[in-house]
């Protein structure tokens, strides 16, 4: 579950003027869909976007459906954890650009019928060594991400169905590498669009071009 009021950029329990305010910059600035060309990631994005804010907006100005939303996140907060957790080894797999985002999303596919470990099935696809599995079993040990990770802007993108917990997660690892913000690292790898994460952050400036991922890490191919 995620916080409408993240949804919109703001803090939970932001009061109604703040909503209705948030909502006509947000339509203001996504609301131009003749900016993207039909059917490319900007467009899709800023209509998936655009659904996300409408469920938010009407929820948070609604006073009954606004009170079950507040029951519902109490109980959610609740169940909530504290510490950190380990990365999945599929993440950090990708992280370490030896398999692709969609040979992950085809190991696990696989993974449903065979029940085997997703290591095995990496390694049967000729697509991780031994060598470099038991490495990154050794990583997983030893890396930690927060529980409530990736922290607001992380959980704002996959509140508003832009990216992923993979893709957030797999950006967070690579952090540790090469030091840049979340969401350069989203944009870099094609997972998020650039006009529309500006969109979304209230910025007049676009994203600058930047060498993919795959091109910091050396261009492996796999």
């Known amino acids: 579950m995620f916080s409408l009021y993240l949804i919109l950029g703001l803090h939970e329990g932001a009061p109604t003027a703040a909503v209705k305010a948030a909502y006509k910059r947000l339509r203001q600035r996504l609301d131009q869909l003749d900016r993207w060309q039909p059917a490319s990631l900007g467009y899709v994005q800023a209509q ?59 190991a696990v ?72 913000p979340l969401e350069d690292l989203l944009v870099a790898h094609g997972w998020l669009d650039g006009e529309v994460l500006a969109a979304l952050l209230e910025r007049d400036d676009q994203p600058a071009e930047q060498p993919t991922v795959a091109q910091k890490k050396g261009g492996r191919k796999v």
């Not at 697509?127 to 927060?146: N, V």
């Open 109 to 180: 596919e696989r993974q449903t019928t065979l029940d085997l470990p997703l290591g095995q099935i990496l390694q049967q696809q000729r697509l991780i060594s031994q060598t470099e599995l038991d490495g990154l079993l050794l990583g997983q040990q030893l890396i930690r991400l927060p529980v409530e990770s990736p922290y607001s802007l992380g959980q704002r993108l996959m509140a508003l169905d832009l990216v992923t917990e993979d893709m957030v997660r797999i950006a967070l690892i690579e952090q540790r590498t090469f030091g840049r």
């Open 48 to 106: 998936q976007a655009l659904l996300a804010i409408e469920h938010a907006y009407t929820t948070l100005i609604d006073p009954n459906l606004k009170s079950r939303y507040e029951k519902e996140w109490k109980e959610h907060l609740k169940r909530g954890r504290d510490g950190d957790i380990q990365p999945k080894l599929g993440q950090l797999c990708v992280a370490a650009g030896i398999i692709t985002l969609e040979q992950l999303e085809e």
